[in-house]
């Protein structure tokens, strides 16, 4: 190995900041994810409900679709 050869290029300069709107897209998509977590985690609740008569798995869903849709928005936004 030649000395020329060894020679590492200038750091890259920094990625300027996202737009704004850019921003609030990310946002929003992560929103919505956590409102179909809870909406159909509470929908095969219901579902399982009607099949079997009962009324115990629709406040399970429910219970659990919201759990998960806030530890996804919290993992989401830790960054």
């Known amino acids: ?6 020679q590492s ?5 920094p990625d ?3 737009s704004p709107l850019l921003e609030a897209m990310r946002m929003l998509s992560h929103i919505t994810t956590a409102i179909a977590l809870m909406l159909v985690s ?4 219901y579902g399982l409900d009607l ?3 009962w ?4 406040l ?3 219970a659990g679709g919201g759990f998960l849709g806030v530890r996804h928005l ?6």
């Not at 290029?9 to 300069?13: G, L, R, S, V």
């Not at 009324?55 to 629709?58: A, E």
């Open 9 to 13: 290029n200038p750091p890259a300069p």
């Open 51 to 53: 099949w079997l008569g």
């Open 74 to 79: 919290i993992q989401q936004t830790s960054d």
């Open 55 to 58: 009324t115990f798995f629709s």
């Open 1 to 6: 190995m030649t000395e020329s050869s060894s």
């Open 16 to 18: 300027p900041p996202p």
């Open 60 to 62: 399970l869903g429910f």
């Open 42 to 45: 509470g929908s095969i609740g």
